[in-house]
C-alpha cells in the first residue's frame, strides 16, 4: 500500500521536514517508535534521531564576545548572527549542551561562529 502523506512529501506538496530550515534538527531523520504491544491503538511515536554536535575545530569563529548583564544566548544570536533562534550555533562553537551556561557569567568570554553561509579562512 501506498502512504499517501509520503506521496504528498516526495511530490513537493509537504516539507518532508517539520523543523524550519534554521533549525537544529532540520534535515535530520525521523525515526518511528513503534507501539507497546498492549497499546489500544496501533500507532508507533515519532522522534527525532540523534544530532552529534560538530567538532569545535570544524567551526569557523568571527568574535569573541565579553557577557553583559541581562544577555541571553538568543540576544547574542541576534546581535551577531541577526536570528535570535541561531543560539545553538553559538552553543556548539562553545561545546556547551545547555545554552543558557553561555550568558550565566557576566564576564565570561563567548566565542561567536561565523554567519551561516560564510566561510572562514
Do not use: C, K
Amino acid at each position: 500500500m501506498t502512504d499517501p502523506v509520503q506521496l504528498l512529501i516526495d511530490a513537493g506538496a509537504i516539507p518532508s521536514s517539520p523543523f524550519d530550515p534554521s533549525s537544529r534538527y532540520h534535515g535530520l531523520p525521523l525515526a518511528l517508535l513503534p507501539p507497546r504491544p498492549d497499546a489500544p491503538v496501533a500507532s508507533g511515536l515519532a522522534y527525532v534521531t540523534r544530532r552529534f554536535m560538530p567538532a569545535r575545530s570544524s567551526i569557523a569563529i568571527a568574535a569573541e564576545h565579553l557577557v553583559r548583564a541581562g544577555e541571553r544566548p538568543d540576544t547574542l544570536a541576534a546581535l551577531h548572527l541577526a536570528d535570535p533562534l541561531l543560539y545553538w550555533r553559538i552553543a556548539d562553537a562553545n561545546a556547551v549542551i545547555d545554552p543558557f551556561g553561555l550568558t550565566d557569567t557576566v564576564g565570561a568570554r563567548v566565542v561567536i561562529p561565523l554567519p551561516p553561509g560564510m566561510s572562514g579562512g
